[in-house]
């Protein structure tokens, strides 16, 4: 990851340019391992969103996610209309995102929170497509969608790719195509969507990403979160 680095930080600013409203999309299965990277990475960032927000202590945050979680699942209607960050909240806080949010410095101001309120982290697991009717109500400038992915690279490193792109390869680990999703989403109003990809170094089954992959995983979330801070 180190390697590309600012690569991957220069085109997530060119790609934000512009954003009005976000979603970050994470794909995955939690159980198997490494394909559990997408997921895991919108439960950082779930964190960090209220984190900012409220000000409030981690444990009680990441009770509040898990309270809206089951809420959310018990009244899909309601919640449609009511739209928060939909997120398992089953992953801890890592240790890594711990030192980070002992660095941040943030002006919460309207203008952050205002920026905080049209920003939403969706854990889609593995079935993403069952959340494009919340996607296009939310109706963003710009969609991120980050999943682990077999691109014959070292397992952890990252690579970024346009809608364009994707649909003319397949890196997914899943079986659903991820043009097959775009271009559902696309149906109706065309987006501005990046395809993040990091590659898994092991899918067995385990609740546990691997080393490299974490590290990389932690250095995605800080880069990322920072992004939206600065839009």
Do not use: W
Not at 64 to 81: A, H, K
Not at 115 to 129: A, C, D, L, W, Y
């Amino acid at each position: 990851m180190l390697n590309n680095f600012d690569k991957i930080s220069t085109d997530i600013d060119l790609f934000l340019e512009n954003c009005d409203s976000l979603i970050v999309l994470g794909i995955g299965n939690d159980i198997r391992g490494d394909d559990g990277l997408g997921p895991y990475i919108i439960n950082q960032l779930s964190i960090l969103k209220a984190y900012v927000l409220n000000n409030s202590n981690i444990d009680d945050i990441r009770q509040e996610i898990n309270i809206n979680q089951n809420e959310n699942q018990d009244n899909e209607f309601e919640f449609f209309d009511n739209v928060i960050d939909i997120n398992t909240g089953n992953t801890p806080l890592d240790e890594g995102i711990d030192s980070y949010i002992d660095k941040l410095n943030v002006d919460v101001n309207e203008s952050l929170i205002e920026r905080m309120k049209k920003t939403f982290f969706i854990n889609g697991g593995s079935v993403p497509e069952n959340f494009t009717g919340l996607i296009k109500k939310i109706n963003p400038s710009h969609i991120i969608i980050i999943d682990a992915s077999l691109m014959n690279m070292e397992a952890g490193e990252i690579n970024i790719v346009n809608k364009d792109n994707i649909v003319d390869i397949s890196i997914s680990t899943h079986s659903m195509s991820l043009a097959y999703l775009i271009r559902y989403l696309e149906l109706e109003n065309e987006f501005n969507i990046l395809f993040i990809g990091i590659e898994p170094e092991s899918m067995d089954l385990s609740f546990e990403l691997s080393d490299n992959v974490k590290e990389s995983s932690n250095g995605l979330v800080k880069l990322l979160f920072d992004k939206i801070l600065g839009i």
